[in-house]
């Protein structure tokens, strides 16, 4: 269910760039970095900066890019436990509270279309230095929408964060996408490996293995370039290797390199730091490691694994387009516990 939700604006009248948007998160934070309720909030109101909207609203949230379809969502207030992950969060940061003011949406997906919902007054929006237009508008919805549970695109550690927070009753600002996603696209985070072992010869026993003249991402295959030489190799699955991978998460190059490369080099997802730049990753590579190269996951894949109830590994997707920081922005109705409040101290 997507509800509506007492929100607040930013109060620029016109186009506004990306870092303008992004600047209404900024000026909301306390001095320590935190978002805050009180006083900032308040003091951004007071500024001009936001505004709140009028009464609870559903808004339509659009990204226009050029030579793209446009992405359409509808921005609300979801349960924590009505969106499902699809992928593990990253271990080294369960302690994180949820924040007190959200200024970003989770992102989700939705199998259905949206329904048609009548704008109701004038948009806000934004256009980044690429050109790519957001837009964001209140929307008449009359009451909550119902929607199957929603598949986390972007918000896995957001979530996690709010249900540890304020319990199982948690809400979350969300933008569902309908669709199955349309118009956006799931690229790939890659490794870097600080140990590795090289790659073993046995490697041939579960990979197609083929050298490559030089490091670089390849659309069907894992790539994997070793610290020490520099070699780098592609490594397609061989038929019996990979149906030994769970079926519904077969179709994610992350899952598989979990599943099928990492025994043979002795590494473990939590000893890995992750880029979305292939060239950075092969630039820090140590000599005593390795570089995972990885090619775009399809968008269906995550829905197919999320539907299975099968976890795919951290970071195993990168969606974009994603909506700015700053365009809507919630208060939560829950305050952070004294526990939660302490870690946050820290």
Same mark, same amino acid.
């Given at each position: 269910?997507?509800?509506?939700?007492?929100?607040?604006?930013?109060?620029?009248?016109?186009? +506004? /760039?990306?870092?303008?948007?992004?600047?209404?998160?900024?000026?909301?934070?306390?001095?320590?970095?935190?978002?805050?309720?009180?006083?900032?909030?308040?003091?951004?109101?007071?500024?001009?900066?936001?505004? &709140?909207?009028?009464?609870?609203?559903?808004?339509?949230?659009?990204?226009?890019?050029?030579?793209?379809?446009?992405?359409?969502?509808?921005? =609300?207030?979801?349960?924590?436990?009505?969106?499902?992950?699809?992928?593990?969060?990253?271990?080294?940061?369960?302690?994180? /509270?949820?924040?007190?003011?959200?200024? %970003?949406?989770?992102?989700?997906?939705?199998?259905?279309?949206?329904?048609?919902?009548?704008?109701?007054? %004038? &948009?806000?929006?934004?256009?980044?230095?690429?050109?790519?237009?957001?837009? +964001?508008?209140?929307?008449?919805?009359?009451?909550?929408?119902?929607?199957?549970?929603?598949?986390?695109?972007?918000? !896995?550690?957001?979530?996690?964060?709010?249900?540890?927070?304020?319990?199982?009753?948690?809400? #979350?600002?969300?933008?569902?996408?309908?669709?199955?996603?349309?118009?956006?696209?799931?690229?790939?985070? !890659?490794?870097?490996?600080?140990?590795?072992?090289?790659? &073993?010869?046995?490697? =041939?026993?579960?990979?197609? #293995?083929? *050298?490559?003249?030089? *490091?670089?991402?390849?659309?069907?295959?894992?790539?994997?370039?070793?610290?020490?030489?520099?070699?780098?190799?592609?490594?397609?699955?061989?038929?019996?290797?990979?149906?030994?991978?769970?079926?519904?998460?077969?179709?994610?190059?992350?899952?598989?390199?979990?599943?099928?490369?990492?025994?043979?080099?002795?590494?473990?997802? %939590?000893?890995? /730091?992750?880029?979305?730049?292939?060239?950075?990753?092969?630039?820090?590579?140590?000599?005593?490691?390795?570089?995972?190269?990885?090619?775009?996951?399809?968008?269906?894949?995550?829905?197919?694994?999320? %539907?299975? =109830?099968?976890?795919?590994?951290?970071?195993?997707?990168?969606?974009? &387009?994603?909506? +700015?920081?700053?365009?809507?922005?919630?208060?939560?109705?829950?305050?952070?516990?004294?526990?939660?409040?302490?870690?946050?101290?820290?």
């Amino acid at each position: 269910m997507l509800s509506p939700f007492p929100s607040y604006l930013p109060a620029g009248r016109g186009p +506004l /760039s990306s870092a303008d948007a992004a600047a209404y998160s900024r000026r909301i934070r306390d001095e320590a970095g935190r978002y805050q309720p009180d006083p900032v909030l308040e003091r951004a109101v007071a500024d001009g900066l936001i505004v &709140p909207s009028a009464g609870r609203r559903l808004f339509r949230y659009q990204i226009r890019r050029r030579a793209h379809d446009t992405v359409v969502g509808l921005v =609300g207030v979801a349960r924590a436990t009505d969106l499902i992950p699809h992928e593990d969060t990253i271990e080294e940061s369960p302690g994180h /509270s949820a924040p007190r003011v959200e200024i %970003r949406p989770i992102l989700a997906i939705v199998e259905a279309p949206l329904p048609e919902l009548s704008p109701l007054g %004038r &948009p806000v929006i934004a256009i980044e230095d690429d050109g790519t237009e957001h837009e +964001l508008v209140a929307v008449d919805a009359g009451a909550p929408l119902l929607f199957a549970n929603a598949v986390i695109a972007d918000g !896995h550690h957001r979530r996690r964060a709010a249900m540890a927070t304020n319990g199982a009753d948690a809400t #979350v600002l969300t933008m569902v996408v309908g669709d199955r996603g349309a118009g956006l696209e799931a690229g790939a985070f !890659h490794r870097v490996f600080g140990r590795a072992t090289p790659l &073993p010869s046995a490697a =041939g026993q579960t990979f197609e #293995v083929e *050298p490559l003249p030089s *490091p670089t991402v390849v659309e069907d295959a894992l790539v994997w370039v070793e610290g020490a030489s520099g070699r780098a190799f592609s490594l397609r699955p061989l038929p019996a290797a990979a149906a030994t991978v769970h079926a519904s998460v077969r179709r994610s190059p992350a899952a598989l390199a979990h599943a099928l490369l990492y025994p043979l080099l002795g590494v473990a997802e %939590r000893e890995a /730091s992750h880029t979305g730049n292939w060239e950075v990753a092969i630039q820090d590579i140590p000599r005593s490691g390795g570089a995972l190269l990885l090619p775009d996951v399809e968008v269906d894949a995550v829905i197919v694994a999320a %539907r299975a =109830g099968r976890l795919l590994p951290p970071k195993a997707s990168r969606f974009r &387009p994603k909506p +700015l920081r700053g365009m809507v922005l919630r208060l939560s109705s829950h305050q952070p516990s004294a526990s939660s409040h302490q870690q946050d101290e820290h």
